[in-house]
């Protein structure tokens, strides 16, 4: 280079040449100091050090935008000096060489777009270096901070024109550099990071310094706002800067520094912008006061959070794309806060916004008129969902409206066009046995196939079913996934499967692949459930043709007595007998009736407690020696403490739907569910009423001779007799019908 520094055809291949060995320099050093450049340490840093500040204007390009080779090349030497700096203090004196040299970089190097690269490496290289106990000394007196500070970081802190075009050009990149730092990190959220590693270290001398620079910054803001309002967007860059010690994509800031008040600086400077109209004044000052709420809101209480949040709905009205774009992200996030184990905004605290978001952030999506765009800004569709999440029941009124505009955005009347469209790459990764999808194709074939209609396959899963009762595939760890899309063939197509005779291979992998298993045993029943209801049992004779079920659960067992496909629980009680003389009460008392009162979610206690109900006042068998005398009157007390007693309070917090969190998803090469692809439980109950009026109904609707035998157990018990008179009394009945 030093030869040919006026030949710029080999300058050219030469600086190409340097890049790559800085390249290679460092993969051979990244996981561990070899010995030979250890060695030979001081040769290799001399050259560094050289490169660092050499200059050749036949390296300077004139593109503002694109890298040059100069840049390049001092950009990855920086990456050097982080990785020693990092991994190998202990073993590189030479660093303190380097540090006024990245200082003056900082300061010599000019404001355009080329260099941001350079300066965002150079500001990682100090921000490392300022943790180093050894190298503190630098940084450690007054005058030296102040110079890091004022020259070096404030600079870097100051919003450019480029930044100002990025915002108005491509608005959805500039939310994500700025909130997520994209595919390469800014000047600003570099600068930021330096700072909060000098402030662990002097934490009040470097508040101290930008809080001055803060205050200033406003008080030119306020002498002229219109003109001047870069300086409030610097100023509240800055008081994020020096207030956050720690933070997380997820939660926000989690730990604020104790020297800033940040609640009172955003009652005195930031609501302000929150409170005037949505399309008046500076977009970037509404973004700022947006991003603040979201920056901050673990520290804001949920009586402040309730103030500003009809706010951020308003800001949905917004013409600016960032402003309702970050409108949407910050309610998205609050309405995921958690208090402990519960959720901190409940479906009552959004009510009176619901309609209006809902409706906001769809004419937002749909502003979109191209696949690509509607798909570009997922953070509105995060938006919808977290509202729908939180409301829950109250979108109840909404429901037309919201599948309405799920269907314009999705064209799901379009589903066999999409499922076709679908069909050969799912083919191929089951063929070609990619491990790394199947579970995924699995759970999205069974998400497709629940949205037919009627009971019949189409002949695309038709072929498909063969191949998913091959024993071998579920040897492969995607059980929970199978076992859904068995469901929905079974939902959606058993005349199909009867008609195949293709229900006796599911039954095998019933009992040899989940039933036996600890793992995936729960998995089986939930199988079984779906054959019970699905399936129609055949009678030849007094045998029942149908496999012998050795183990059970409890809401199977209450879901078949409830059947009326079923024949009635008899039909359960005879298959018991059966295998052995008194079976089917050593499983009521052993299993059944002590787990009966534990069930905990809603539909689980109906499908208990009308299937229960059904057992009492269907059965003939339990009305019968040797059941009459002691079984009947247990169940009937195990039914009343199910009906009677709340249910249990699952420890866990809530359920996954509301604590499912998009930001925290992860990968795993076996199963992993789609959190938002789950089927919709199945309630059996619906229809009827509530179930202590259907007790007194169905035992008012048994002969006069099995009531008077219920009558005489009853009266056994002064707490039964004292809950079938409130059930009666409930269902405008008499005891005395009785």
Known sequence: ??????????????????????????????????EFFEDHLDEFMALLKKYLVYQNPLLVTDDEIEEGPLEEIKTNICHVLELY?????????QLGIFIPLIANLLTETGDESKYDALICKAFSVLTVVVKIDSQAQNFADPSSLNVMCERIA?????IRTVDEELYEDNPIEYIRRDLEGSDTDTRRRAAADF???????????????????????????????????????????????????????????????????????FTKNVLCDLQSDVNTDIPILKMDAIKYVYTFRNQLTKEQLLTVF?????????????????????????????????????AADIKPYSETLLSQLFRLIELGQTPEKLSENDYLMRAVMRVIITSRQDMVPYVNIIMGKLTTILDIAALSEFENMCFGPFQTILSQEVQEFAPYVFQLLAQLLEQHQGQDLTAAYVALLNPLLNPAIWEQGNNPALVRLLQAYLNKGVNTILANN????????????????RQYDHYGMLLLETITSRVPIKKKGETIIFDKFTRNFTLWMCRFFLLETSAGPDTMIKVYE??????????????????????????DRKIGGFGVTCLLTKSEALLQ????????????????????????VDSEGPDELYTLDIEEGGYQTTFAKLATSSPIPDDPTANLPPCPIFLAQQIMAMSAEKRQIVKSLVSQSSDATQCLTKYFQSANISLEQL
Request: charged share 20%; proline share 5%.
């Open 1 to 34: 280079i030093e030869q040919n520094s006026d030949n710029i055809q080999a300058l050219q291949v030469l600086a190409r040449s340097l890049n790559l060995l800085i390249k290679i320099y460092y993969d051979l050093n990244c996981q561990d100091l070899p």
């Open 625 to 648: 020696p040797p059941y009459v005398n002691q079984l009947w009157s247990e169940t009937l007390m195990a039914l009343l403490a199910l009906l009677e007693l709340p249910a249990s």
């Open 502 to 517: 293709q229900l006796e291979p599911i039954l095998g992998i019933f009992q040899q692949k989940l039933v036996y298993s």
């Open 578 to 603: 059966g295998l052995q003389p008194g079976l089917f009460g050593q499983i009521m008392k052993l299993f059944v009736l002590p787990d009966l009162v534990k069930l905990s979610k809603p539909v």
């Open 310 to 346: 009809p706010l951020l709905v308003k800001h949905l009205e917004s013409t600016d794309y960032v402003v309702y774009t970050y409108a949407a992200i910050a309610i998205e996030r609050i309405l995921f806060m958690r208090q402990g184990k519960t959720m901190l905004f409940t």
């Open 85 to 93: 700096a990092s991994r190998y203090e202990d073993a590189f004196p």
């Open 195 to 265: 700072i909060r590693g000098l402030m662990e270290r002097f934490e009040e001398h470097v508040t101290k310094i930008m809080s001055e620079y803060v205050s200033r910054y406003l008080q030119s803001y306020n002498s002229n706002p219109k003109a001047n309002w870069k300086d409030k967007n610097t100023a509240i860059f800055l008081l994020v800067a020096i207030a956050t010690r720690t933070s997380t994509v997820q939660k926000g800031v989690t730990k604020t520094n104790e020297l800033v008040d940040v609640v009172d600086f």
């Open 154 to 158: 404030l600079p870097n802190m100051v």
